[in-house]
């Protein structure tokens, strides 16, 4: 049986690995970015002027890289697993174990899609900003929900590619 890594990925779900895999690279620019920014903050400090409102530029920035950085995470079957439990298992075995897992990210996926996109309009109809720099919070949300919307598409691609294992497929 292939290893659904190993797949070939074409239609729909090759143009959302593309989508999920391209949402990561962003992800890895705004992670760049903030270690940049706290570069410039802490030599700036060294000279007399910190770059203002560098903490809160890095609590956003990890936010929103983290969330990015999920769906590729399932998408490539990249999350933590317990192999002494699976090393002795059939192909079969792991693949319904992975397709449990894909059902669940999914559902976690749709639960914190929900509860952050309530969250955003809690934030947004409060007013609340950051401190130093009045950044408004909700702003944040936004590519969060992004990432949360892909989380669910790259459970949907990997409970495609698991059940595709289940049926002798390769």
Known sequence: MADPAELRRTGWTGAAVRLITGWA???GAVLLAVVLMNVASILGAMFGSAVPG???????????????FLPYTQVTDGNVTADIFTSGAGPRTVALLKL???VIAFGF????????YEGMGDQRD???TTTIL???I???FVPILISLGLLALAALVSLRDHS??????A
């Open 100 to 102: 449990l897992g894909a």
């Open 126 to 128: 409060y007013g609340y």
């Open 138 to 140: 909700w702003l944040a």
């Open 25 to 27: 690279l962003l992800g």
């Open 134 to 136: 009045q950044f408004p």
């Open 109 to 116: 996926a749709l639960l914190l899609l929900w509860r952050m």
């Open 54 to 68: 560098d903490f809160e530029m890095t609590e956003v920035g990890v936010a929103v890289a983290v969330f990015a």
């Open 164 to 169: 595709h294992v289940l049926k002798g497929g």
